[in-house]
């Protein structure tokens, strides 16, 4: 899997009210991490990260405060697009956030957990193979049948899409996503300094 990305290259983590705390923010964690690896090998820092929601200021599942970098509005750049899960029912509503992740075209989009409806409330997922948390694969099946919903699956590529179960999954898939963009080694030395177990294996 390559990825032609022009350096840095510039990642927007969607968040929004009652996003789940790890799915945004466990990937937001691994590629900062991968950013100051890179930079303790005296090699460039592969990624410019930010989250980015409809309002600057949203308040996660459990009452955690998040500050986006980037609204919307403001239309960052974006080369990767992750699309963090929690319970979306508002945001999939929300013609501002589904509208915009609709119109971006990033070289790779991602969701982690239920951010798989997200996409498909914006018509990026049609007809694809992909995953989501297993409490929510019935119902992400039931709304559009078109999708090919996998079960026991960390995650799912299907083209320039990526998708992935939940909390730790998200992790694994972005730990994937440093491999695809900086290298197998760089990815290896995240997860090592996260003290984290990466499971490698989407199947497993």
Partial sequence: MTFPSPSPTHVAIVVFDEVEVL???????????ANRAAAGRGEPEPF????????RE???RGGLVLRAHATIDEDPPVDL?????G??????????????VARVRPRLTTSVCTGAFVLAEAGVLTDQQVTTHWEDQQA?????????VLADRRWVRDGDVLTSG???????MALH????VAGRELAEATAHQMEYRWNDDPAA
């Fill in 87 to 100: 319970v979306t029912d508002a945001v999939e509503k929300d013609a501002r956030v589904t509208g915009w």
């Fill in 140 to 148: 992400l099946a039931e709304r559009w049948p078109s999708l090919t």
């Fill in 58 to 60: 949203v308040v996660a």
């Fill in 166 to 172: 939940g909390i730790s999954a998200g992790i694994d």
């Fill in 177 to 180: 996503l440093v491999e695809v």
């Fill in 23 to 33: 799915d945004c923010c466990g990937p937001f964690e691994v590629f900062s991490v």
């Fill in 48 to 55: 410019v990260v930010r989250m980015v929601a409809a309002d």
């Fill in 81 to 85: 697009l992750v699309v963090s899960g």
